[in-house]
């Protein structure tokens, strides 16, 4: 069982960065791949980027390469999500996901309450 707690959200204006954490409880944070995932008001949930559980490999999706960068400390059981020339098209409430590495959200058990994220134009 995996208990995930996301943080860092926030009002920005475009250009701007942020970073996502999400923490987890458990001893078994570091035996599961993490992805970030956020939806837009009216739109179905998308992924946005994962990393394996080493930490090796890392996955985005086309509208956030060169710009987001994911990344994990295993020791302090947490992920993270750089976000740097933020758009508006940014604006949404992300979640964490921990499971298997998949770009679909039905891969992943394991879930954070989201945080909200809005980039002001």
């Known amino acids: 069982q995996v208990q995930l707690v996301e943080s860092g959200g926030g009002l920005v204006q475009a250009g701007g960065s942020l970073r996502l954490s999400c923490a987890a409880s458990?001893?078994?944070?570091?035996?599961?791949?993490m992805g970030w995932f956020r939806q837009a008001p009216g739109k179905e949930r998308e992924f946005v980027a994962a990393i394996s559980w080493s930490g090796g490999s890392t996955y985005y999706t086309d509208s956030v390469k060169g710009r987001f960068t994911i990344s994990r400390d295993n020791a302090k059981n947490t992920v993270y999500l750089q976000m740097n020339s933020l758009k508006p098209e940014d604006t949404a409430v992300y979640y964490c996901a921990a499971g298997p590495v998949s770009s679909s959200s039905s891969a992943y058990p394991y879930w954070g309450q989201g945080t909200q994220v809005t980039v002001s134009s």
């Open positions: 458990g001893r078994t944070f570091s035996s599961y791949a």
